[in-house]
């Protein structure tokens, strides 16, 4: 399965209709009295539709992905345009403004951090002519955002390793990429660290407890995957074996999840597991020799796992349409 102008056009079709799809919406909200009663667009002015927040940020992100790849896309004037009617400096000062609320901490943390950089990442390479003025626009954001993880991870004594939102290696590893492309030294330093304090002893992990009911990332894959970001290419091969030492025989994570209710909000989250697993996947067999014993097997699983779940992304439920594209853009980048 590749990767195309005419998909990517249909990819970026979804989040340009949800992004300005204020209901039904999903709001993970701190109310200290009636006045913080809101609506979702008075609460987040750039980030309402898609559903949630978050969703909403990889919406955007993925707008940007489909036109950096594919600049004579037909969506290219719709995602200038709805870039242009939110990415303000007012309204981008009111989100920032919404996290130095007290109380709201943990808002979006990790995974909506390790969006945002993606964003700000997204924005820096891409060649649409107003592209640098979005990303000042969102650039309070940013800061604020990327000191909030960096306090995080000075105070986290643990990773977080589930397979939904509270992921540390998921966050971790969009935020090393944009760390990376940006030329923070700081973060990136802060994140080889943790990501090593975190992880770097793991070994013989039970990806065979795998997947969840409602997970849409592999705790196991995800990992892997940062991990492949951090390590030397011969490190993280020596790393690998000990970490997933029967991964080619592990059939929990060979084999593509089966999804029962793709209109189940959280029955769908496995469409993204399947999408996510394939990403994962294909990144750590950029940084496996060319030999590697369970390279035929991971290579067979990607193609499983995509075929699984890339049918289910355009025209899909309302459940798995507000965000699903995002990782089936994951999937399918070579």
Not at 2 to 9: F, K, V
Not at 69 to 85: G, K, M, N, V, W
Not at 306 to 328: E, P, R
Request: charged share 20%.
């Amino acid at each position: 399965m590749q990767l195309t102008q005419e998909r990517a056009e249909e990819f970026a079709r979804m989040p340009l209709a949800y992004l300005r799809q204020e209901y039904p919406n999903h709001i993970m909200h701190v109310l200290h009295g009636a006045q913080d009663v809101l609506s979702p667009r008075a609460l987040h002015p750039v980030f309402y539709g898609c559903y949630d927040w978050h969703s909403a940020v990889h919406g955007f992100w993925l707008l940007l992905r489909c036109a950096r790849r594919y600049p004579a896309l037909p969506a290219r004037s719709d995602i200038e345009t709805i870039f242009d009617e939110h990415f303000t400096t007012e309204l981008m000062q009111r989100e920032t403004d919404y996290f130095r609320v007290d109380g709201r901490a943990s808002f979006e943390r990790p995974y909506g951090f390790g969006w945002i950089l993606a964003l700000d990442q997204e924005l820096a390479q891409s060649a649409l002519p107003r592209a640098a003025t979005w990303r000042a626009a969102m650039q309070p954001l940013t800061l604020e955002i990327r000191r909030r993880l960096l306090e995080y991870l000075s105070k986290l004594s643990y990773p977080i390793r589930v397979g939904t939102h509270y992921n540390t290696a998921f966050a971790l590893a969009l935020a090393l990429d944009q760390a990376r492309h940006v030329k923070d030294e700081a973060l990136e330093q802060a994140i080889l660290a943790s990501a090593q304090r975190y992880y770097g002893k793991d070994t013989d992990y039970p990806a065979h407890y795998e997947p969840g009911g409602d997970e849409y990332i592999s705790g196991a894959l995800t990992e892997a995957l940062l991990m492949s970001k951090v390590l030397p290419a011969q490190d993280f091969a020596t790393w690998f074996d000990l970490y997933l030492p029967r991964v080619a025989a592990t059939e929990q994570i060979m084999q593509p999840a089966h999804v029962s209710d793709p209109t189940d909000p959280k029955i769908a989250h496995l469409d993204g597991l399947n999408l996510s697993r394939a990403w994962c996947m294909k990144n750590v067999l950029r940084h496996l020799p060319a030999n590697h014993a369970a390279r035929s097997a991971i290579e067979a699983a990607v193609a499983r796992h995509i075929a699984a779940s890339i049918d289910q992304v355009v025209g899909s439920h309302y459940s798995g349409g507000h965000w699903l594209a995002s990782f089936a853009m994951l999937a399918l980048e070579d």
